[in-house]
C-alpha cells in the first residue's frame, strides 16, 4: 500500500493505492480518519498496473507527497522548495513541481526510470531521453545520484548506425499480409513489446544490443535461444521501451512478461517448435514467460472478426504463420501481420511549436521517411511527451491508414521510439526501390 498525504492551511487529507493482481483499491479522506475506499477489477494485471501509475501521476501533480519521500519528511508540499528535497526521488510513474527562475516552475518526471524535466534546458538537449540531465533533476535527487544515473548507463548506438551488429540475432522478419487466403495458417496476436531474442545467457535486440534483464528475470530460462517480445501490456509499447533500454535492471521488469512465439534452434516445422516450448515450460514454469497462443484460422471470416476483437481491446493486430514452415533468417513470406493500419520508422528532424493548450510545449514532430518524404506528426504524443520530446535524430514508429499520391502517410499517429532498427539500412533499401 503506497501513501500519499496533502497539506496546507485548510486541507489535512491522506490518498492510498494498493494493486492486487488485477485489482486495484485505494482509499482516501481526513488524515486521522478511516476514510472511504474503492475496489476495481481492471481485468489483466498489466492494465492495473498503468492504472496504478496514471493515479498516482495525477495525485503527485496536485500536490500529494508519498509518505517516506524527502519531501514528506521535511513537512513540504512538493515544488515549495527545492531546498526541501534535495535528496529526494520519485517513484516509477511519479511526477512532481519544482520552482524554475522568477515565477516559472517545471515538472519532474519518472517513467520507467527514465526521468525528465519539463524545462527547456533539458527539452531541447541532442542526446536520447535516457542520458539527459539538468539543474532541476540535479537539485532534486542530488549530483551523486544524477552522476551515477548517467555515469552508469552505456551510450545507445548511433542513431543513424552503418549496420547491425556482428553478433545481432538471426531473427525471422515478417512479410504485410496482402489477402492472401489464411485458411489452415497459425493465427496469433501481434504484440506492441519490444522485440527479444533469448540466446541462451543473454536478452539481445534485432540489432544485437543486450537488454540487461534482472538476474532473478533471465533464472530457469533454457540454455537454448528463444524468440519473442518483452510486453507490459496492450498499449503499454512506450513502457516495454523504457524498461528494457534500463541499465539498473530493476524492479521495473517485474511489469513485464517475455511472450515467446518460435524456438529457432528447434529443428522441425512450426508445430515441431511450438511444441517443444509448450513441453518445455510445462515442466519448468517461469513467472515472466508466457509462450502465446496459436490457433489454426479457419479462413477470411474468421481472420477479420478475431482482428476486430484484438483492436478493440487495444491490440495491435495479428499474425499469421504458414503451417509446418522451418525458421528461417531474415524476411519470409511464411510469416504475415495483419492491421487495420499501416504503420513505418521515421526520424525526427525538428519540431513544431504547440500553440493553445500546448503553448510552451511541442505542437508536433517534423518527420522525413527513409526515402526522404517529410511530414508532422502531432497526434498520439502524451502532454508528457510534449514537455520532454524524443530528441532530434531519434527514430519513431508512426501509424496511419493509407499514403497519399505524393506518399506522404495519411492521418499519420506517433506510437513510440525505436532503438532496434539500423535507420542507414532502412535508407539504402529505400534508395534502392
Given at each position: 500500500?503506497r501513501?500519499?498525504?496533502?497539506r496546507?492551511?485548510?486541507?489535512?487529507?491522506?490518498?492510498?493505492?494498493?494493486?492486487?493482481?488485477a485489482?486495484?483499491?485505494t482509499?482516501?479522506?481526513?488524515?486521522?480518519?478511516?476514510?472511504?475506499?474503492?475496489?476495481?477489477d481492471l481485468?489483466?494485471?498489466a492494465?492495473?498496473?498503468?492504472?496504478?501509475d496514471?493515479?498516482?501521476?495525477?495525485k503527485?501533480?496536485?500536490g500529494?507527497?508519498?509518505?517516506?519521500?524527502?519531501?514528506?519528511?521535511?513537512?513540504t508540499?512538493?515544488?515549495?522548495?527545492?531546498?526541501a528535497v534535495t535528496?529526494g526521488?520519485?517513484?516509477?510513474?511519479?511526477?512532481?513541481?519544482?520552482?524554475g527562475s522568477?515565477?516559472?516552475?517545471?515538472?519532474?518526471r519518472?517513467?520507467?526510470?527514465?526521468?525528465?524535466?519539463s524545462?527547456?534546458?533539458?527539452?531541447?538537449?541532442s542526446?536520447?531521453?535516457e542520458?539527459?540531465t539538468?539543474?532541476h533533476?540535479?537539485?532534486?535527487?542530488?549530483?551523486?545520484a544524477?552522476?551515477?544515473?548517467?555515469?552508469?548507463?552505456?551510450?545507445?548506438?548511433?542513431?543513424?548506425?552503418?549496420?547491425?551488429?556482428?553478433?545481432?540475432?538471426?531473427?525471422?522478419?515478417?512479410?504485410?499480409?496482402?489477402?492472401?487466403?489464411?485458411t489452415?495458417?497459425?493465427?496469433s496476436?501481434?504484440?506492441?513489446?519490444?522485440?527479444?531474442?533469448?540466446d541462451g545467457?543473454?536478452?539481445?535486440?534485432r540489432?544485437?544490443?543486450?537488454?540487461?534483464?534482472?538476474?532473478?528475470?533471465?533464472?530457469?530460462?533454457?540454455d537454448?535461444?528463444?524468440d519473442?517480445?518483452l510486453?507490459?501490456?496492450?498499449g503499454a509499447?512506450?513502457?516495454?521501451?523504457?524498461i528494457?533500454?534500463?541499465?539498473?535492471?530493476?524492479?521495473?521488469?517485474?511489469?513485464?512478461?517475455?511472450?515467446?512465439f518460435d524456438?529457432?534452434?528447434?529443428d522441425g516445422?512450426f508445430e515441431?517448435?511450438?511444441?517443444?516450448?509448450e513441453?518445455h515450460?510445462?515442466?519448468?514454469p517461469?513467472?515472466q514467460?508466457?509462450?502465446?497462443?496459436?490457433?489454426?484460422?479457419?479462413?477470411?471470416?474468421?481472420?477479420h472478426a478475431?482482428?476486430s476483437?484484438?483492436?478493440e481491446?487495444?491490440?495491435?493486430?495479428?499474425?499469421?504463420?504458414?503451417?509446418?514452415?522451418?525458421?528461417e533468417?531474415?524476411?519470409?513470406?511464411?510469416?504475415?501481420?495483419?492491421?487495420?493500419?499501416?504503420?513505418?520508422?521515421?526520424?525526427?528532424?525538428g519540431?513544431q511549436d504547440?500553440?493553445?493548450r500546448?503553448?510552451?510545449?511541442?505542437g508536433a514532430?517534423?518527420?522525413?521517411?527513409?526515402?526522404?518524404?517529410?511530414?508532422?506528426?502531432?497526434?498520439?504524443l502524451s502532454?508528457a511527451?510534449?514537455?520532454?520530446?524524443?530528441?532530434?535524430?531519434?527514430?519513431?514508429t508512426?501509424?496511419?491508414q493509407?499514403?497519399?499520391?505524393?506518399?506522404?502517410?495519411?492521418?499519420p499517429?506517433?506510437?513510440?521510439?525505436?532503438?532496434d532498427?539500423?535507420?542507414?539500412?532502412?535508407?539504402?533499401?529505400?534508395?534502392?526501390?
Amino acid at each position: 500500500m503506497r501513501r500519499f498525504e496533502y497539506r496546507d492551511a485548510k486541507s489535512n487529507k491522506f490518498w492510498e493505492i494498493d494493486r492486487r493482481g488485477a485489482e486495484v483499491t485505494t482509499r482516501w479522506g481526513r488524515v486521522g480518519t478511516d476514510g472511504q475506499s474503492k475496489t476495481k477489477d481492471l481485468g489483466t494485471e498489466a492494465k492495473a498496473i498503468s492504472e496504478v501509475d496514471k493515479q498516482v501521476r495525477g495525485k503527485v501533480g496536485k500536490g500529494y507527497v508519498e509518505e517516506g519521500t524527502a519531501a514528506a519528511a521535511s513537512g513540504t508540499a512538493d515544488g515549495d522548495a527545492i531546498s526541501a528535497v534535495t535528496s529526494g526521488d520519485l517513484p516509477d510513474g511519479a511526477e512532481t513541481r519544482v520552482p524554475g527562475s522568477g515565477s516559472r516552475s517545471y515538472t519532474l518526471r519518472n517513467v520507467g526510470g527514465v526521468y525528465s524535466c519539463s524545462c527547456p534546458a533539458w527539452r531541447n538537449q541532442s542526446e536520447p531521453i535516457e542520458r539527459r540531465t539538468c539543474k532541476h533533476l540535479r537539485r532534486f535527487r542530488g549530483d551523486a545520484a544524477e552522476q551515477a544515473r548517467l555515469g552508469s548507463s552505456p551510450l545507445r548506438a548511433p542513431r543513424r548506425p552503418s549496420g547491425a551488429k556482428a553478433d545481432a540475432p538471426p531473427l525471422l522478419l515478417a512479410h504485410r499480409w496482402e489477402e492472401q487466403d489464411p485458411t489452415g495458417w497459425w493465427m496469433s496476436e501481434k504484440l506492441d513489446g519490444v522485440r527479444a531474442y533469448w540466446d541462451g545467457a543473454r536478452f539481445v535486440s534485432r540489432l544485437g544490443n543486450a537488454y540487461l534483464a534482472p538476474e532473478w528475470f533471465r533464472e530457469g530460462l533454457p540454455d537454448f535461444p528463444l524468440d519473442g517480445e518483452l510486453f507490459a501490456g496492450r498499449g503499454a509499447f512506450q513502457r516495454s521501451v523504457s524498461i528494457a533500454r534500463r541499465v539498473d535492471a530493476g524492479e521495473a521488469w517485474r511489469s513485464l512478461k517475455f511472450v515467446i512465439f518460435d524456438a529457432p534452434g528447434v529443428d522441425g516445422g512450426f508445430e515441431d517448435r511450438l511444441a517443444h516450448l509448450e513441453r518445455h515450460f510445462e515442466a519448468h514454469p517461469h513467472d515472466q514467460v508466457q509462450v502465446l497462443e496459436h490457433r489454426p484460422c479457419t479462413g477470411l471470416e474468421q481472420l477479420h472478426a478475431e482482428l476486430s476483437r484484438i483492436e478493440e481491446l487495444g491490440g495491435e493486430g495479428l499474425m499469421l504463420r504458414r503451417p509446418r514452415s522451418r525458421y528461417e533468417v531474415g524476411r519470409s513470406e511464411t510469416l504475415l501481420k495483419v492491421k487495420t493500419f499501416f504503420d513505418t520508422e521515421a526520424i525526427i528532424v525538428g519540431y513544431q511549436d504547440g500553440a493553445g493548450r500546448h503553448e510552451g510545449r511541442v505542437g508536433a514532430l517534423h518527420l522525413e521517411l527513409p526515402d526522404g518524404t517529410r511530414f508532422k506528426v502531432g497526434t498520439g504524443l502524451s502532454d508528457a511527451e510534449r514537455e520532454a520530446p524524443p530528441a532530434v535524430g531519434e527514430v519513431i514508429t508512426v501509424k496511419y491508414q493509407e499514403l497519399t499520391d505524393a506518399g506522404v502517410p495519411r492521418f499519420p499517429t506517433y506510437v513510440g521510439v525505436r532503438a532496434d532498427v539500423d535507420w542507414g539500412a532502412m535508407v539504402e533499401a529505400a534508395k534502392e526501390g
